[in-house]
């Protein structure tokens, strides 16, 4: 537990707004007419204050803006957050402060201001390299314009990392390759490449459900992820985890403290964290947020102590999802040796679907696509 | 004491759904057993299945008043399944009411019923129903029954139970026509057990016809076959309510209870008599009813074993005409091997112990009972159950049952019937046609009649076929037991007793159905039907190669535990075998071969 302790913390803030909701977004993201800056400003600081109280004399190794579209925050905001998280908690030297970003034209005006408030790592929503898929995932920006975006996130950040979608329904293996070729080119020292998902409760779903959208076929989706990894681990850019790349030593330290299953602070409407063994939750919705904080210092809408076996599994499914491999201190941090099914463990080796050393669980190339089901298996499932 | 006279007993009985239980509700309602506010359609099918289905699974009986008579009107279940029924109904009777759909005509069960009747030596009163439909034919109708049955239906009653047409003409009738019973009031107690059930009120209640004598209240009676004896603490009748009597007479019909717990000790078919004064000789008796299909019940969940075990006992407790033994399945456990006297009746049961007893169960496939001779004089078994086969160095012959079925139908469709029977082995012995119709009576395999025979015959009729058989006896048969190997290991409650000649196709059939039935796995999963060691069909399931979370975060690792939390209770309802997980859906789907030709 004590070396867990002296970990660095990580921070996520969620910023909940966005200008629309994307088809394929199950996250916690609000359209909404007008939003009172000035109030929303102060119930963050409160939120951060409180939960800062909680986490007493831990060193913070990154901040995550996260959302719904947190490059619509006014940079003020920003500025006021990071300068209060450094008052709360130390920074660690190298802290990594990552904003999730629109690549609009609008938004890569403020990139300089949010760079000044301590931003060093942007990562770019662009989602794809085609316009005719962008309309498709019902993005507002096009190609130009995101591209324009890039290149100035990329003028004022140290440190930029896109998104994009592939296996969408109806692309070719030919137009994917070309696309992701041309992704790398640009030069950015991380990538998140996900397939398309059709998340319950979203408008795709519904599109899926009415027969008006095929997602991709899963083998031929298969076929797209081993070539991905492949070009973009030749390009200098290897897969770290399930759909996140990057050359190495540019990570995002912020991610890897959740599928390392280290602790981290979520403030913020519907913000998750993880306070030594006990899942914090906030309200979700955001004027329920706003009232709970204005009316009792925190959003705070539960918190669950985690058992043994209950750490313990979350830790392996996080800890599998890295290329690391899951380490397997943290589950007997947990004091649950035991929820590794020994048998499961030995039949996944033999399929020669993971690998295991003394010190780790380590899911093997061709295990990463089977992976919810490895983690099914190996918790005894 | 009702004078002989003026008692008339009769049973209704008709095809399925022709409207033996609504006229029932007519013949009630005027005679003023139940009010109008009493009143519900099908008053006498008081199971929830019943109900729902509607359809008559048990015969009921109700005592009527009509013009100074006695009339104990005995309602029957149309379906070939619970035949039993009906022949007991008609033992206690003189004579029946013939009820034909006037737009339907005379079908498979109406034969088998009215050939039944006129065995007993009834009197028989046509009544054509009905005739207030649109399509209603009742000349036509009229004409068939004297053509078909040869039977006079020149004064067939015309009438609509939905309606009330015809109501008092029918009672007038049962009362003109009918015989009333005979029977000595002074002889020694001679009384039919007709039927008996489960009461959680009452106890075991049973059924009688009293033949001679009087049976009493307080009266000490000896069941003459099981050799017991007990005391009559309630005797009675049903209007259809209750009604409690101090005695029956020669003649009526009428229950008893006599502190009897299970409805086992109490053999339907037995004599009544005065355990002081019996009788010297006991009636004939019934005929035993004997399960001709038997499946295996399983549990879904292994946990649920025990109660599946209290379930059947206690649905047994208040009906016997299913059989259970307990049977053990390496591919799905403990469970029991249950005999039904048709399809219908495993569905029902199976149906009653999933709805009335909250079980989820896996039904394997339906089998019939083989006999199976034994190489070097080592002699003769009975098959239950296909997973029992001896090796076949053991069999000397195998012997499979045989129906005669009478199938009706429309000309039209003649030709796609002749080829499902030939398909199934069928051995054609009559064919002859009546106005529209044809009358075809084949020699089956009963093994290919309980193979979803009657699904096929309905849906290339487009359900204007009707189906009756009766058992006729053993054959041999080229047959060989086919197994089903996953991931190569066998599924003893997949396996199949199959003719030789069906073999293949079946068993291609069967793979292909499991390849759609069985996800995908992390390894691939050869599926092979084999007969002894040699394999006749093969699939592969090939490898799973995609599952995965795209996008996993902070906030979600709740969402992710917690699915799979709920994948693990999931895989309750999985079997797991030669490490595959195979869905309880795969064994229920897997048997129902569906569009198979
Ligand atoms: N139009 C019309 N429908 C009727 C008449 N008699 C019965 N029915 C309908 O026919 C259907 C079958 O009636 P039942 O009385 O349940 O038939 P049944 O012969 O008892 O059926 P089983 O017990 O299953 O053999 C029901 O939907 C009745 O409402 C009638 O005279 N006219
Ligand atoms: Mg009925």
Redesign the pocket.
């Known amino acids: 537990m004590d070396a867990i302790i002296t970990e660095p913390l990580a921070l996520y803030i969620h910023w909940p707004f966005c200008v629309s909701k994307c088809p394929y977004c199950d996250f916690n993201s609000h359209v909404r007419e007008g939003v009172d800056q000035a109030a929303w400003r102060a119930a963050l600081l409160a939120d951060l204050a409180h939960e800062a109280a909680l986490l007493p004399g831990r060193t913070l190794g990154s901040i995550f803006f996260g959302g719904g579209t947190p490059s619509l925050m006014p940079p003020a905001t920003v500025a006021a957050l990071i300068e209060a998280a450094g008052r709360h908690w130390r920074f660690a030297g190298d802290i990594e402060i990552t904003l999730e970003a629109n690549p609009s034209s609008v938004e890569a005006a403020r990139f300089a201001d949010l760079a000044a408030a301590g931003v060093n790592r942007v990562s770019l929503g662009l989602q794809s390299l085609n316009d005719e898929a962008l309309h498709f995932l019902g993005r507002a920006h096009g190609v130009e314009e995101g591209l324009a975006a890039l290149a100035t996130a990329q003028r004022h950040f140290g440190r930029v990392s896109f998104d994009l979608i592939y296996a969408l329904p109806g692309q070719s293996g030919e137009a994917w390759e070309a696309e992701l070729e041309r992704a790398i080119g640009f030069g950015t020292g991380h990538l998140s490449l996900y397939q398309l998902t059709i998340e319950p409760g979203t408008r795709f779903a519904t599109l899926a459900r009415e027969g008006k959208l095929t997602p991709a076929d899963p083998d031929f989706a298969a076929d797209l992820f081993e070539l991905t990894r492949e070009r973009a681990a030749a390009a200098g850019l290897p897969a770290y985890e399930i759909s996140n790349h990057a050359r190495p030593g540019e990570e995002s330290r912020h991610n890897l403290t959740y599928w390392r299953y280290g602790d981290y602070a979520g403030i913020g409407p519907g913000a998750h964290g993880r306070r030594g063994s006990r899942a914090t939750l906030r309200h979700r919705k955001p004027e329920n947020w706003l009232g709970a904080v204005q009316g009792s210092g925190h959003g705070i809408a539960g918190e669950d102590p985690l058992d043994a076996v209950t750490q313990a599994r979350e830790a392996i499914l996080m800890g599998l999802r890295l290329n690391e491999g899951l380490d397997l201190a943290r589950v007997r941090a947990a004091g649950a040796g035991e929820a590794i099914d020994a048998d499961a463990a030995a039949r996944l080796e033999r399929l020669g679907l993971i690998r295991r050393e003394p010190a780790r669980i380590v899911v093997r190339e061709a295990g990463m696509l089977l992976l919810d089901r490895i983690a099914a298996e190996l918790v005894g499932v | 004491m009702t004078p002989l006279d003026k008692i008339r007993n009769f049973s209704i009985i008709?095809?399925?759904?022709?409207?033996?239980?609504?006229?029932a509700d007519r013949l009630i309602q005027r005679t003023g057993g139940l009010s109008e506010r009493e009143m519900s359609?099908?008053v006498l099918?008081n199971m929830d299945i019943e109900k729902e289905r509607?359809?008559?699974i048990k015969a009921q009986t109700v005592r009527l008043d009509w013009k100074g008579h006695v009339l104990n009107l005995m309602?029957t279940?149309?379906?070939v399944d619970f035949a039993y029924e009906v022949s007991r109904s008609l033992a206690a009777c003189e004579g029946a009411l013939l009820?034909v759909d006037a737009a339907q005509g005379v079908e498979a069960q109406t034969l088998a019923n009215v050939y039944q009747s006129i065995e007993h030596d009834h009197e028989i009163v046509p009544v054509i129903?009905?005739?207030?439909?649109p399509a209603a034919e009742p000349e036509k109708v009229r004409a068939e029954i004297e053509e078909v049955i040869g039977l006079d239906a020149s004064e067939a009653v015309l009438?609509?139970?939905?309606?009330g047409i015809g109501i008092d003409e029918i009672l007038d009738a049962v009362v003109a026509k009918i015989p009333p019973p005979k029977g000595d009031a002074t002889a020694p107690l001679k009384a039919m057990l007709v039927d008996s059930w489960y009461d959680p009120y009452l106890g075991v209640v049973i059924l009688v016809r009293v033949v001679d004598g009087v049976l009493k209240k307080g009266q000490q009676i000896k069941f003459m076959n099981a050799g017991t004896t007990h005391l009559v603490d309630r005797v009675g009748c049903f209007r259809p309510k209750i009604e409690q009597l101090t005695e029956l007479s020669p003649g009526e019909i009428g229950f008893i209870t006599a502190q009897i717990k299970e409805v086992a000790q109490t053999m339907v078919g037995d004599t009544i008599t005065d355990a002081r004064k019996p009788a010297a000789e006991a009636l004939p008796g019934f005929k035993e009813v004997q399960s001709v299909v038997f499946c295996g019940l399983f549990p879904v969940d292994a946990n649920d074993f025990e109660k599946l075990r209290e379930s059947i006992s206690k649905l047994r407790l208040n009906d016997a005409s299913f059989t259970f033994e307990m049977e053990t399945s390496a591919a799905l456990g403990f469970g029991f091997r249950c005999g039904f006297l048709g399809l219908l009746h495993l569905e029902i049961i199976q149906e009653r112990l999933t709805r009335e007893y909250d079980l989820d169960l896996i039904t394997t496939a339906p089998s019939v009972v083989y006999r199976i001779v034994l190489t070097h004089g080592a002699g003769e078994l009975e098959l239950h159950n296909p997973a029992d086969m001896p090796d076949p160095s053991r069999i000397e012959s195998i012997y499979e049952p045989w129906i005669e079925a009478t199938i009706y139908v429309p000309d039209e469709y003649l030709g796609s019937i002749l080829k499902l029977c030939q398909d199934r082995r069928g051995i054609q012995k009559n064919l002859t046609y009546v106005g529209g119709r044809a009358q075809v009576t084949y020699e089956l395999p009963l093994n290919e009649v309980v193979f979803d025979f009657y699904d096929r015959l309905k849906s290339i009729t487009r359900g204007y076929a009707s189906f009756d058989y009766h058992q006729t006896g053993y054959r041999e048969g080229d047959l060989v037991k086919m197994s089903i190997l996953v991931n190569n290991e066998p599924v003893d409650a997949l396996s199949m007793i199959v003719h030789r000649s069906a073999a293949e196709a079946r068993g291609r059939h069967m793979c292909e159905r499991l390849k759609d039935l069985i996800p995908r796995h992390l390894f691939k999963i050869p599926i092979q039907a084999a007969i002894g060691g040699k394999v006749i069909a093969r699939e592969t399931i090939a490898a799973l190669r995609k599952d995965v979370t795209a996008k996993c975060y902070g906030g979600d690792i709740t969402r992710k535990r917690k699915l799979l939390e709920k994948q693990k209770e999931g895989k309750k309802r999985m079997r797991e075998y030669g490490s595959v997980q195979i869905p309880q859906e795969a064994f229920i789907a897997a048997l129902r071969m569906g569009d198979e030709g």
């Not at chain 2, 008709?14 to 006229?23: R, V």
């Not at chain 2, 129903?129 to 439909?133: A, E, M, R």
């Not at chain 2, 009438?159 to 309606?163: D, G, I, L, R, V």
């Open positions: 008709a095809h399925i759904d022709h409207g033996k239980s609504t006229l359609a099908q099918d509607g359809i008559t309602d279940p149309g379906h009820v129903n009905k005739i207030d439909l009438a609509s139970a939905k309606t």
